[in-house]
T-cell receptor, first 119, second 116 residues
Framework: AQKITQTQPGMFVQEKEAVTLDCTYD???????LFWYKQPSSGEMIFLIY??????QNATEGRYSLNFQKARKSANLVISASQLGDSAMYFC????????????????FGQGTILTVHP | IAGITQAPTSQILAAGRRMTLRCTQD?????MYWYRQDLGLGLRLIHY???????GKGEVPDGYSVSRANTDDFPLTLASAVPSQTSVYFC???????????????FGPGTRLTVL
């Protein structure tokens, strides 16, 4: 079974500073993808960044980067130069090809971290 | 480009009533999904479809049904709503589906459903 753990229910950061949101995962499947989504108070789920299990380099997308440590099974999201608009719930999610070789595309989500950016 | 649209935005429903949540995507994605989001439980997959004409059960399918008559539409039906189906429902789509772990899912705006 796959599991995503986000141990920080809430995080606070000062505007313009960097913040790291933690995510650890558990899977026995060697092939998997890790995703981060942002959910602002308006409710929509916004895709931020993706990291594949075989990717050699950490993913980056603008102010978002993923600190991928495969041996530790962690995929932390780093947001640089925080902005007030970054205040939201952030979800880490994982997708695997299951043992049977078929995947119905299920994303396994963590519980989420609420990020609050202070001016 | 609208992406994914969902209707209604919100709904209050009496227990025992039938309800269909609509989902339409204009990205020509092969795969579509329905999730429900509940406080403390995150998002859980209800049903999925890897291509038009096929559907499958996710991890919480009981009480729900889906159909995929064409590429764009993926309605979710609650045959006889119960209060435990009170939730926020998200439709999502991805280009490929199936065995590709790189396949990013994009979400609709959600439907907030309350069953009384």
């Amino acid at each position: 079974a796959q599991k995503i753990t986000q141990t920080q229910p809430g995080m606070f950061v000062q505007e313009k500073e960097a913040v790291t949101l933690d995510c650890t995962y558990d899977t026995s499947d060697p092939s998997y993808g890790l995703f981060w989504y942002k959910q602002p108070s308006s409710g929509e789920m916004i895709f931020l960044i993706y990291q594949g299990s075989y990717d050699q380099q950490n993913a980056t997308e603008g102010r978002y980067s993923l600190n991928f440590q495969k041996a530790r099974k962690s995929a932390n999201l780093v947001i640089s130069a925080s902005q007030l608009g970054d205040s939201a719930m952030y979800f880490c999610a994982m997708r695997v090809i299951n043992a049977g070789g078929t995947s119905y595309g299920k994303l396994t989500f963590g519980q989420g971290t609420i990020l609050t950016v202070h001016p | 480009i609208a992406g994914i649209t969902q209707a209604p935005t919100s709904q209050i429903l009496a227990a025992g009533r039938r309800m269909t949540l609509r989902c339409t995507q204009d990205m020509r994605h092969n795969a579509m999904y329905w999730y429900r989001q509940d406080l403390g439980l995150g998002l859980r997959l209800i049903h999925y479809s890897n291509t038009a004409g096929t559907t499958g059960k996710g991890e919480v399918p009981d009480g729900y049904s889906v159909s995929r008559a064409n590429t764009d539409d993926f309605p979710l039906t609650l045959a006889s709503a119960v209060p435990s189906q009170t939730s926020v429902y998200f439709c999502a789509s991805s280009a490929v589906g199936g065995r590709f772990v790189t396949d990013t899912q994009y979400f609709g705006p959600g439907t907030r459903l309350t069953v009384l």
